[in-house]
């Protein structure tokens, strides 16, 4: 029969674990911390993208609908821009017709409205991108992982104010344009409304066109420095002041009956004519048409730009 133990060491009851080494239970607990934050690190990041995803997404949506109400002005500028060359026609006295030089001016009196109304849009709309365009950097930190639609969107805003930038500057050069060609239509159709006087005998009316004529030419020649006129157009409306002074001349001569006067004076009116019908028109206009061509390229370049991004 073996020996009973030793009443000091008892044997351990049934069931009995025996006690985990302090160095273990200090693992367990530094593996579950670590389990726990790398929990809420997975979870703390699900969430800050999912709201950042949504804040980031509502900036575009904004920028995107501020962008298309835009749009909707900048087509209505497009077309006036991509049909200026048909409106830069230069009048002259060989091949204009009286009824060809007043739907001229009619159509630079258009021009003029639509630069008009064109100016304070251009203007309100390029302020509301750029306000659509800083919201867009709104919490930063919170629109990392957008941060590339954010910038394409951006980008894209920022062409279209390129693109209105480039309209402002041809609106205002083209409203300085249009009035010139107002005065200087405005003085063919007095040039027009002399001769028909004149053909008529009516002396007085002829010189209230005179009149008139010489008020135009000052008015043209005041404007003549708008955008786009080469400088042969002051020498043009120099010659046509000339013009003017000459008819005067004659007809002070046929209303005094001085018929020496009245032959030299028309001497210099034929010659005045002449001169005046002497300059290049076609020549004028191509100019002026090469220098709101590239204007309006650059224009175009932008919008594209803008809906390609």
Same mark, same amino acid.
Do not use: C
């Given at each position: 029969?073996? *020996?009973?133990? =030793?009443?000091?060491?008892?044997?351990?009851?049934?069931?009995?674990?025996?006690?985990?080494p302090?160095?273990?239970?200090?693992?367990?607990?530094?593996?579950?911390?670590?389990?726990? $934050?790398?929990?809420?690190?997975?979870?703390?990041? #699900?969430?800050?993208?999912?709201?950042?995803?949504?804040?980031?997404?509502?900036?575009?949506?904004?920028?995107?609908?501020?962008?298309?109400?835009?749009?909707?002005?900048?087509?209505? $500028?497009?077309?006036?821009?991509?049909?200026?060359?048909?409106?830069?026609?230069?009048?002259?006295?060989?091949? =204009?017709?009286?009824?060809?030089?007043?739907?001229?001016?009619?159509?630079?009196?258009?021009?003029?409205?639509?630069?008009?109304?064109?100016?304070?849009?251009?203007?309100?709309?390029?302020?509301?991108?750029?306000?659509?365009?800083?919201?867009?950097?709104?919490?930063?930190?919170?629109?990392?992982?957008?941060?590339?639609?954010?910038?394409?969107?951006? =980008?894209?805003?920022?062409?279209?104010?390129?693109?209105?930038a480039?309209?402002?500057? $041809?609106?205002? *050069?083209?409203?300085?344009?249009?009035?010139?060609?107002?005065?200087?239509?405005?003085? #063919?159709?007095?040039? *027009?409304?002399?001769?028909?006087k004149e053909?008529?005998?009516?002396?007085?009316?002829?010189?209230?066109?005179?009149?008139?004529?010489?008020?135009?030419?000052?008015?043209?020649?005041?404007?003549?420095?708008?955008?786009?006129?080469?400088?042969?157009?002051?020498?043009?409306?120099?010659?046509?002041?000339?013009?003017?002074?000459?008819?005067?001349?004659?007809?002070?001569?046929? $209303?005094?009956?001085?018929?020496?006067?009245?032959?030299?004076?028309?001497?210099?009116?034929?010659? *005045?004519?002449a001169?005046?019908?002497?300059?290049?028109?076609?020549a004028?206009?191509s100019?002026?048409?090469? #220098?709101?061509?590239p204007?309006?390229?650059? #224009?175009?370049?932008?919008?594209?730009?803008?809906?390609?991004?």
């Amino acid at each position: 029969m073996p *020996d009973a133990p =030793s009443p000091e060491y008892a044997a351990p009851p049934a069931g009995y674990a025996p006690p985990v080494p302090a160095g273990a239970r200090r693992n367990t607990w530094a593996v579950a911390t670590a389990v726990v $934050i790398s929990v809420v690190v997975v979870v703390g990041l #699900f969430g800050y993208g999912i709201v950042g995803y949504n804040f980031a997404t509502s900036r575009i949506d904004s920028a995107r609908s501020t962008y298309n109400s835009v749009i909707v002005h900048q087509n209505t $500028i497009t077309e006036e821009f991509n049909s200026i060359n048909t409106k830069l026609t230069t009048v002259n006295l060989k091949s =204009s017709s009286a009824a060809d030089i007043k739907v001229n001016r009619a159509t630079f009196v258009q021009l003029v409205s639509q630069s008009l109304a064109a100016q304070p849009t251009i203007t309100a709309d390029d302020a509301t991108l750029a306000a659509a365009q800083a919201s867009l950097k709104d919490k930063a930190w919170l629109t990392l992982f957008s941060r590339t639609s954010l910038d394409q969107t951006s =980008s894209r805003i920022g062409h279209e104010r390129n693109a209105l930038a480039s309209a402002k500057k $041809i609106t205002a *050069d083209l409203l300085l344009l249009g009035q010139f060609f107002q005065a200087y239509d405005d003085a #063919f159709i007095d040039l *027009d409304t002399i001769d028909t006087k004149e053909q008529a005998s009516d002396l007085p009316g002829a010189a209230a066109a005179i009149a008139t004529l010489k008020t135009d030419i000052a008015k043209a020649l005041a404007l003549a420095g708008a955008p786009g006129l080469p400088p042969e157009m002051k020498q043009l409306l120099t010659d046509m002041q000339t013009l003017a002074v000459d008819d005067g001349k004659l007809l002070d001569a046929a $209303i005094a009956g001085d018929v020496a006067a009245s032959q030299a004076a028309v001497k210099l009116v034929e010659a *005045d004519v002449a001169k005046l019908e002497s300059h290049n028109y076609d020549a004028i206009g191509s100019e002026i048409k090469a #220098f709101y061509q590239p204007l309006v390229d650059a #224009f175009n370049a932008e919008v594209a730009k803008a809906n390609n991004t």
